[in-house]
């Protein structure tokens, strides 16, 4: 499954905010893994400050699940709360995408 969302970043936080994704703790990266989430990118749309993220999973969860978030999972999210627009938990504002089209 692929499984494709939408966030919004803060205006002028680009810089950070790949520089943090560029410093991503090795025990996140793993955790994301051992969840099956594979093949993830997240790209940027300066235009419109718009965060495009597109993961391959192995099952029917996600890096974006909020149920039972882990401890790793929820310090990211506070660590990342400053640049980026969250909900009151600090997860990121998430807004799955339909897919329209795939050429394999």
Not at 28 to 39: C, N
Not at 69 to 98: C, G, H, R, Y
Request: charged share 30%; hydrophobic share 40%; with cysteine.
């Amino acid at each position: 499954m692929r499984f494709a969302f939408k966030m919004k970043l803060k205006p002028g936080c680009e810089a950070e905010y790949a520089k943090r994704h560029a410093e991503i703790w090795p025990e996140l990266k793993a955790m994301i893994k051992e969840q099956g989430v594979s093949d993830y990118s997240i790209f940027f749309d300066k235009d419109t400050n718009i965060l495009f993220g597109v993961q391959k999973c192995s099952s029917d969860t996600n890096s974006q699940d909020t149920e039972n978030v882990d401890p790793i999972t929820q310090k990211w999210w506070d660590f990342m709360a400053d640049i980026m627009e969250v909900n009151p938990d600090n997860s990121p504002v998430t807004i799955p995408l339909e897919e329209v089209f795939y050429l394999e």
